[in-house]
């Protein structure tokens, strides 16, 4: 158990990726502070908005793992191919998701002026537009590059 402990603390890969999550969850904060004036802590830990941090963990580790083993190697085909599958989901079904989670708030929204309805609200921001998520990739090859010299 310790030689588990000891490895998982030393790889490189793992963490570099992490700090990548954590700076993109960060920047959502720091942009909504911006942009709304306002403090929301739930942008760090929520999904969706800018820059994607799936990207941006996902796309860390890719690089990551070419600078490691090699931009030739198997495994980092195999993390180049689970990237995309993973953005692909964030800016496609995760973000027709949200647009439907939009309009059945309308709709309740519409309903309860009406007459009382108890329903809890959808989440909207669970997608990313593709910026965000070219953002979010950009952002993790950045972090990677940086970390991993």
């Known amino acids: ?18 700090l990548a999550w954590l700076i993109a969850q960060t920047s959502k904060v720091i942009i909504t502070l911006l942009a709304k004036r306002r403090l929301d802590i739930k942008r760090f830990i929520g999904s969706g908005g800018m ?17 490691v083993h090699g931009y030739d190697s ?3 085909a195999l993390s180049t191919a689970f990237a995309l599958v993973v953005m692909y989901d964030a800016a ?29 609200k959808l989440k909207e921001l669970i997608g990313h537009t593709p910026v965000e998520v070219i953002v979010g990739a950009v952002l993790g090859i950045i972090i990677s590059k940086i970390m991993l010299r």
């Open 1 to 18: 158990m310790k030689n588990f402990i000891d490895e998982l603390l030393q790889n490189s890969i793992i963490w570099v990726s992490a």
């Open 51 to 67: 820059p994607s941090s799936h990207s941006a963990f996902v796309v860390s580790m890719a690089t990551s793992i070419g600078q």
């Open 74 to 76: 198997t495994m980092f």
């Open 92 to 120: 496609g079904v995760r973000r027709a998701a949200g647009r439907q989670a939009e309009v059945l708030n309308d709709i309740i929204d519409i309903l309860q002026t009406k007459k009382e309805i108890p329903e809890k």
